[in-house]
Nanobody, 121 residues
Framework: QVQLVESGGGLVQAGGSLRLSCAAS????????MAWYRQAPGDQRELVAY???????NYVESVKGRFRISRDNANSTLYLQLNNLKPEDTAVYYC???????????????WGKGTLVTVSP
């Protein structure tokens, strides 16, 4: 069984910074692509950024230049550095990992339960 646990959310003023973490644990053989999503009240969940196993990254246009995704493969941890935060960044942030648990099985997507980021004006 695999668990993803996010941390690092909180209340911050506009222009401030936060660093989110997502720790993966359990029966993990290999972690492929990892990603951060967010969901604001009343909105659909949207992809914020992803990072491949090889370190290639991509971001939604609204966060380019402000957010930075990274990963520590040795510790199975995903990060999201959030800088110059805006009120419209307020949302629950979720991490997702494409994870293989057995040698002859396909990888599957696993989700964390989310961490709330609130940005005040």
């Amino acid at each position: 069984q695999v668990q993803l646990v996010e941390s690092g959310g909180g209340l911050v003023q506009a222009g401030g910074s936060l660093r989110l973490s997502c720790a993966a644990s359990g029966s993990i053989l290999k972690i492929n692509l990892m990603a951060w999503y967010r969901q604001a009240p009343g909105d659909q969940r949207e992809l914020v950024a992803y990072i491949t196993g090889g370190g290639l990254t991509n971001y939604v246009e609204s966060v380019k230049g402000r957010f930075r995704i990274s990963r520590d493969n040795a510790n199975s941890t995903l990060y999201l550095q959030l800088n110059n935060l805006k009120p419209e960044d307020t949302a629950v942030y979720y991490c997702k990992g494409n994870i293989q648990t057995r040698p002859n099985d396909y990888a599957a997507d696993y989700w964390g339960k989310g961490t709330l980021v609130t940005v005040s004006p």
